[in-house]
């Protein structure tokens, strides 16, 4: 059989691809069948209440939606045959399924739960979801069962007991080709995959695709790491950590569902144009219950409306991991010694906890590491319990109730106001930034009187809501609210673009997985703020998970090899540790650096787009934000119609205008880039430039048209530009 089969005639004997085709037909018709008898469920004689049933039904409705057959998403992708018990391949009729009685395709109860025992001799189809027979025979594996790992790892050298596997092609929903690997052949030569290769190369219309058909063997390791440890993704442009990160939350959910359906999963990207970009990857993996945020969206409080915008200075400062120290100083500043006796009146006696008592329990409650608000709980119990110590000495005995009833005497509730008083954190925080003085309390010997005055507001506010919050304020009234209360804790955690997080913006977010996992996916030299991430030791521990493993990706499969080695000389000016990362893209792509006169760039630049658009894909026009008003005017002029960063793509309307500053963690066919030293110089800093300029360099999926005007960075200079008409 030839390596890779195209479409064959329909009249060939016994042809292979017709069978496949048969197979598929017969597991959509299965998968409609599943669907039906989740649709005709009836719960009216199983629930107790009207509560049980809207829980219930709504479980159903989501397994209902999850039976979904996506007609953009082929059912099954690649298949599995093992060798028999005897190492021998499976016979000839293994090239395809049979009806009936003999169906091959993991047939048998070994195989239900995918477990993966039992597999000698079978054949199973690997696919985006579980879909089984009227019997519960399984026809198609979902990807995440341990039967299906080898389909990513096995390989000549280790072809991990698969004598055969077998990659299918589509296109437009249709199953048009195969490509089969002898694992165990030695006369077989080890190739790259053509069909892979494809697949890797497809044009890109409409939000981001699952991955699922073409994860590496490096890859899947990620994937499919223990849900107990946190990973840390280090991953050059094109490598597929994004798609990396969400597969893992799909493997995760599938194999501790029970346990993350208690806990929840939550996904945080850099900016909402970035989370609809990538909203529709989980729902094709069959995950419908993942929530997505972005770290604003995370830290919001009901009270705030951010509306300010801090300095670099300001913000670097308050997202710096000293801000915690500050604020638990703050939080803690109005606990006061008693001064004054408790006297607690009960009937006809008068119980007394002297003054120095009261000391001994605020000092040992503030030397204990409990949140505020817990320890402030805990302050009428452990003065009750003093004076149920002097009831049992009086010969009394008092129990619980009468505990409870002291902590709630008035006397004693007196004192927790007067010793321990409630804290807002938003009016801490206010005051914090309003209050020179106070700031200076709570801040000497961490920040500089430099420092201070940098964040403090240049007016006083006089309320939360009418306050000048910024983004950066934000996080510090999260912080300041688990100081108080500790915040719920999720099962995993998805952090992805983590490179460009502050300190505080990092405790934040581990705050949401302190008894939990989190998958960290980022790329150092893709940092583009001022306090981006230096180092991922140091940013882990802000994280709360300094254990974690860090992986790093390199080889990459979407952006061209020449526009991967054009970008990568900003590498040693912008992230000299990091190993340059290569591409397995067999074609180079179009690529070229075009210089044009100041007066004629704008126009240049509309008939690259035009002419980008007479090619198939997605468009990207990125440029930086000063020059985004003269572009889309220019564009609009031409009567090219332009959608906004995050907006999906359809075949008629490709063209995407996108500022630099909003490129992060998207991607099109083929890249349009205006004058590289204005996105250079829209930044406060020569090198967070440079990053924002190899961002956006790097959006390219098959092609990338470099216009300028003013000189290249002397990093990209090297390159002889050619002079456009």
Same mark, same amino acid.
């Given at each position: 059989m030839p390596a890779h089969a195209p479409l064959q005639n329909p009249h060939t004997p016994h042809n292979p691809l017709d069978d496949e085709r048969a197979h598929l037909t017969a597991s959509r018709a299965a998968l409609r069948a599943m669907r039906a008898d989740a649709e005709a469920l009836d719960i009216g004689d199983v629930t107790a209440n009207w509560v049980n049933a809207e829980v219930l039904q709504s479980e159903i409705d989501l397994r209902i939606k999850s039976l979904a057959d996506l007609a953009h998403a082929p059912l099954f992708f690649g298949r599995l045959d093992f060798l028999d018990p005897y190492g021998a391949a499976p016979p000839p009729s293994a090239d395809g399924p049979k009806n009936g009685d003999g169906n091959r395709h993991g047939h048998g109860h070994a195989h239900k739960d995918g477990d993966g025992h039992g597999t000698e001799g079978h054949t199973f189809y690997i696919g985006r979801r579980h879909v089984h027979d009227p019997d519960g025979d399984p026809m198609v594996i979902d990807w995440r069962a341990p039967v299906s790992q080898p389909f990513y790892r096995a390989s000549k050298k280790d072809p991990q007991g698969v004598a055969l596997r077998r990659r299918f092609g589509y296109t437009g929903g249709e199953l048009t080709a195969y490509e089969d690997e002898h694992l165990t052949d030695p006369a077989e030569a080890e190739k790259s995959s053509t069909l892979l290769q494809r697949e890797i190369e497809r044009p890109r219309v409409g939000p981001m695709r699952d991955i699922v058909a073409t994860i590496q063997p490096e890859q899947d390791t990620i994937v499919r790491a223990s849900i107990d440890g946190t990973v840390c993704v280090q991953g050059a442009p094109g490598t597929g950590k994004t798609a990396v990160g969400l597969h893992r939350v799909a493997y995760l959910l599938y194999t501790h569902r029970d346990r993350l359906a208690r806990t929840g999963t939550l996904v945080v990207g850099p900016n909402r144009s970035f989370l609809h970009y990538i909203e529709q990857v989980l729902p094709a993996l069959g995950e419908l219950d993942v929530k997505q945020s972005t770290v604003e969206d995370l830290v919001a409080h009901p009270q705030l409306t951010v509306r300010a915008h801090d300095s670099a200075e300001a913000a670097g400062i308050k997202g710096d991991a000293r801000m915690a120290r500050v604020l638990r100083r703050a939080v803690r500043s109005g606990v006061t010694v008693p001064a004054e006796p408790c006297v607690v009146v009960r009937g006809s006696r008068r119980w007394r906890v002297p003054a120095y008592e009261l000391e001994e329990i605020v000092r040992e409650l503030l030397d204990r590491d409990m949140r505020y608000g817990a320890a402030r709980d805990a302050l009428p119990q452990r003065i009750a319990h003093h004076v149920l110590v002097r009831m049992e000495q009086a010969g009394e005995a008092p129990d619980d109730r009468v505990q409870d009833a002291v902590a709630r005497n008035p006397a004693v509730k007196a004192v927790v106001k007067t010793v321990w008083p409630l804290v807002d954190p938003a009016k801490l925080v206010l005051r914090l930034l309003s209050d020179a003085d106070f700031l200076a309390e709570q801040a000497d010997g961490i920040l500089t009187p430099e420092e201070q005055r940098a964040v403090l507001w240049a007016k006083p506010a006089r309320g939360v809501k009418t306050?000048?919050?910024?983004?950066?304020?934000?996080?510090?009234?999260?912080?300041?609210?688990?100081?108080?209360?500790?915040?719920?804790?999720?099962?995993?955690?998805?952090?992805?673009?983590?490179?460009?997080?502050?300190?505080?913006?990092?405790?934040?977010?581990?705050?949401?997985?302190?008894? !939990?996992?989190?998958? +960290? #996916?980022?790329?150092?030299?893709?940092?583009? %703020?001022?306090?981006?991430? @230096?180092?991922?030791? $140091? =940013?882990?521990?802000?994280?709360?998970?300094?254990?974690?493993?860090?992986?790093?990706?390199?080889?990459?499969?979407?952006?061209?090899?020449?526009?991967?080695?054009?970008?990568?000389?900003?590498?040693?000016?912008?992230?000299?540790?990091?190993?340059?990362?290569?591409?397995?893209?067999?074609?180079? !792509?179009?690529?070229? +650096? #075009?210089?044009?006169?100041?007066?004629?760039? %704008?126009?240049?630049?509309? @008939?690259?787009?035009? $002419? =980008?658009?007479?090619?198939?894909?997605?468009?990207?026009?990125?440029?930086?934000?000063?020059?985004?008003?003269?572009?889309?005017?220019?564009?609009?002029?031409?009567?090219?119609?332009?959608l906004g960063p995050g907006e999906e793509t359809t075949e008629d309307s490709r063209l995407t205008l996108v500022p630099a500053t909003l490129a992060k963690g998207l991607e099109y066919d083929h890249v349009v880039l205006d004058e590289p030293a204005a996105i250079v110089g829209g930044e406060p800093d020569e090198r967070t430039g440079l990053r924002r300029l190899y961002v956006s360099l790097t959006r390219a999926v098959s092609g990338l048209t470099v216009l300028h005007a003013a000189p290249l960075p002397p990093e990209l200079a090297d390159r002889s530009p050619s002079l456009g008409s």
């Amino acid at each position: 059989m030839p390596a890779h089969a195209p479409l064959q005639n329909p009249h060939t004997p016994h042809n292979p691809l017709d069978d496949e085709r048969a197979h598929l037909t017969a597991s959509r018709a299965a998968l409609r069948a599943m669907r039906a008898d989740a649709e005709a469920l009836d719960i009216g004689d199983v629930t107790a209440n009207w509560v049980n049933a809207e829980v219930l039904q709504s479980e159903i409705d989501l397994r209902i939606k999850s039976l979904a057959d996506l007609a953009h998403a082929p059912l099954f992708f690649g298949r599995l045959d093992f060798l028999d018990p005897y190492g021998a391949a499976p016979p000839p009729s293994a090239d395809g399924p049979k009806n009936g009685d003999g169906n091959r395709h993991g047939h048998g109860h070994a195989h239900k739960d995918g477990d993966g025992h039992g597999t000698e001799g079978h054949t199973f189809y690997i696919g985006r979801r579980h879909v089984h027979d009227p019997d519960g025979d399984p026809m198609v594996i979902d990807w995440r069962a341990p039967v299906s790992q080898p389909f990513y790892r096995a390989s000549k050298k280790d072809p991990q007991g698969v004598a055969l596997r077998r990659r299918f092609g589509y296109t437009g929903g249709e199953l048009t080709a195969y490509e089969d690997e002898h694992l165990t052949d030695p006369a077989e030569a080890e190739k790259s995959s053509t069909l892979l290769q494809r697949e890797i190369e497809r044009p890109r219309v409409g939000p981001m695709r699952d991955i699922v058909a073409t994860i590496q063997p490096e890859q899947d390791t990620i994937v499919r790491a223990s849900i107990d440890g946190t990973v840390c993704v280090q991953g050059a442009p094109g490598t597929g950590k994004t798609a990396v990160g969400l597969h893992r939350v799909a493997y995760l959910l599938y194999t501790h569902r029970d346990r993350l359906a208690r806990t929840g999963t939550l996904v945080v990207g850099p900016n909402r144009s970035f989370l609809h970009y990538i909203e529709q990857v989980l729902p094709a993996l069959g995950e419908l219950d993942v929530k997505q945020s972005t770290v604003e969206d995370l830290v919001a409080h009901p009270q705030l409306t951010v509306r300010a915008h801090d300095s670099a200075e300001a913000a670097g400062i308050k997202g710096d991991a000293r801000m915690a120290r500050v604020l638990r100083r703050a939080v803690r500043s109005g606990v006061t010694v008693p001064a004054e006796p408790c006297v607690v009146v009960r009937g006809s006696r008068r119980w007394r906890v002297p003054a120095y008592e009261l000391e001994e329990i605020v000092r040992e409650l503030l030397d204990r590491d409990m949140r505020y608000g817990a320890a402030r709980d805990a302050l009428p119990q452990r003065i009750a319990h003093h004076v149920l110590v002097r009831m049992e000495q009086a010969g009394e005995a008092p129990d619980d109730r009468v505990q409870d009833a002291v902590a709630r005497n008035p006397a004693v509730k007196a004192v927790v106001k007067t010793v321990w008083p409630l804290v807002d954190p938003a009016k801490l925080v206010l005051r914090l930034l309003s209050d020179a003085d106070f700031l200076a309390e709570q801040a000497d010997g961490i920040l500089t009187p430099e420092e201070q005055r940098a964040v403090l507001w240049a007016k006083p506010a006089r309320g939360v809501k009418t306050a000048p919050w910024s983004a950066a304020d934000a996080v510090l009234v999260d912080e300041a609210s688990d100081l108080i209360s500790r915040t719920p804790s999720l099962g995993h955690v998805v952090l992805d673009e983590a490179q460009d997080l502050s300190p505080m913006q990092y405790r934040a977010v581990g705050r949401r997985c302190t008894t !939990g996992s989190a998958t +960290v #996916l980022g790329d150092i030299a893709q940092g583009t %703020t001022p306090w981006a991430t @230096a180092g991922w030791a $140091e =940013a882990l521990g802000h994280l709360g998970k300094p254990d974690s493993v860090v992986e790093e990706l390199t080889q990459g499969f979407r952006v061209p090899r020449d526009v991967i080695a054009f970008a990568s000389r900003l590498l040693p000016a912008i992230a000299p540790e990091l190993t340059e990362a290569t591409s397995v893209r067999e074609s180079p !792509g179009d690529f070229s +650096v #075009l210089r044009f006169a100041p007066e004629s760039l %704008t126009d240049a630049v509309v @008939a690259a787009c035009r $002419e =980008a658009l007479e090619r198939e894909g997605s468009i990207g026009l990125i440029a930086a934000d000063s020059r985004m008003a003269d572009l889309s005017a220019a564009l609009r002029a031409a009567g090219l119609a332009t959608l906004g960063p995050g907006e999906e793509t359809t075949e008629d309307s490709r063209l995407t205008l996108v500022p630099a500053t909003l490129a992060k963690g998207l991607e099109y066919d083929h890249v349009v880039l205006d004058e590289p030293a204005a996105i250079v110089g829209g930044e406060p800093d020569e090198r967070t430039g440079l990053r924002r300029l190899y961002v956006s360099l790097t959006r390219a999926v098959s092609g990338l048209t470099v216009l300028h005007a003013a000189p290249l960075p002397p990093e990209l200079a090297d390159r002889s530009p050619s002079l456009g008409s």
